[in-house]
Nanobody, 124 residues
Framework: QVQLVESGGGLVQAGGSLRLSCTASGRTFNNYAMGWFRQAPGKEREFVAA????????DYADSVKERFSISRDNSKNTVYLQMNSLKPEDTAVYYC?????????????????WGQGTQVTVSS
């Protein structure tokens, strides 16, 4: 069982930056591929970024490439999402997720564990 807690959300102006953190309970964090997803009001949850167990591989949604960066620190049981050049359309609740998979996972339905989400609001 893994418990995930996100933090770092907030209100930011367009063009600004935020860094989200997701800290996991337990001592086997490096057994899990991690991902970030987001859900805007009235829309389905969508993939944002994913990172493999040891951080060697990453993947991004086209809408965030060149602006967002996912990383992890296995010594701190934490995965990060650095978000730069934020746009109003990035406004959503952001969720981190974990799965015991070797490689990358981009499909939400594959992930077994989810955090409670953190709100990101980008004003124009």
């Amino acid at each position: 069982q893994v418990q995930l807690v996100e933090s770092g959300g907030g209100l930011v102006q367009a063009g600004g930056s935020l860094r989200l953190s997701c800290t996991a309970s337990g001592r086997t964090f490096n057994n899990y591929a991690m991902g970030w997803f987001r859900q805007a009001p009235g829309k389905e949850r969508e993939f944002v970024a994913a990172i493999s167990r040891y951080g060697g591989n990453t993947d991004y949604a086209d809408s965030v490439k060149e602006r967002f960066s996912i990383s992890r620190d296995n010594s701190k049981n934490t995965v990060y999402l650095q978000m730069n050049s934020l746009k109003p359309e990035d406004t959503a609740v952001y969720y981190c997720a974990a799965d015991r998979t070797v490689g990358l996972v981009t499909a939400a339905l594959v992930y077994d564990y989810w955090g409670q989400g953190t709100q990101v609001t980008v004003s124009s």
